[in-house]
């Protein structure tokens, strides 16, 4: 039995659709072009509006609630179009041209707001703190995340290569020879992909606490641990 763990303020989920096509994954790359267009300008946007944000914290140590949902949008855009396409592969629903939530796509994503960020932090968590994650994620993702590049491409890790990548062109073929879509290889590319997205709010400044150095597999995000597990009972003890 898995014991429940601290929950990250980043949650991701994804439904894996049961009767996903066995080779329109062929296509996808073709049928995402709009998305990805579109994408490559949200991520420019998203790249300056952390920027702006991270000055505001800086002065005043809060994150500006319309940049906070225009970023966390963008994030659950990204995540739509990889679960789509070449991130997991997991559905044959096009997603939606939305920044909101959409309750009824198998793919979703939340980030919780922070009433608080530390100023200190916001100098150097995005570029010193995140360095051990940088070097995962670049293995996850063959070095397809851009979104702090110079040239401000943003996140297109969708149609990149590394871990992810070959993990779902093996999910592919499986598809196209069997029909099936392996599930221990499914829960596995949901962790990594819910890794990689942890990284990113963590770095676009979202919130202060640190992606876990954990792998977190599966359709859902693990149970988290009750709020009441850590509390520390203040009535007397009683004497004999």
Request: hydrophobic share 50%; charged share 15%.
């Amino acid at each position: 039995m898995t014991s429940p763990q601290t929950a990250f303020p980043l949650r991701l989920t994804g439904e894996l659709d049961p009767n996903v096509s066995r080779w329109q994954w062929l296509f996808k790359w073709l049928l995402a072009i709009p998305h990805f267009i579109v994408l490559f300008f949200l991520w420019i946007g998203f790249v300056a509006s952390t920027v702006v944000a991270g000055f505001a914290i800086l002065f005043t140590g809060r994150y500006p609630r319309r940049i906070f949902d225009f970023n966390v949008g963008v994030l659950r855009w990204s995540w739509r179009v990889g679960f789509y396409s070449y991130s997991a592969l997991g559905t044959n629903k096009y997603p939606p041209f939305s920044l909101a939530d959409d309750p009824a796509y198998p793919a979703r994503l939340e980030v919780e707001y922070p009433e608080r960020l530390s100023r200190g932090l916001v100098l150097v968590k995005w570029w010193l703190l995140a360095i051990p994650h940088y070097l995962i994620v670049a293995i996850f993702t063959g070095g397809a995340w851009s979104a702090w590049s110079d040239d401000g491409d943003g996140l297109l890790y969708a149609s990149g290569g590394g871990l992810i990548g070959l993990l779902v062109l093996f999910a592919g073929l499986a598809l196209l020879f069997t029909g099936r879509y392996p599930r221990p290889l499914y829960d596995f590319v949901l962790g990594l992909n819910r890794w990689v997205f942890r990284v990113i709010a963590y770095a676009g400044l979202m919130t202060d606490t640190y992606p876990p150095f954990r792998l977190d597999p599966g359709s859902t995000e693990p149970p988290a641990a009750p709020a009441t597990s850590a509390a520390v009972s203040t009535d007397p003890v009683p004497t004999a």
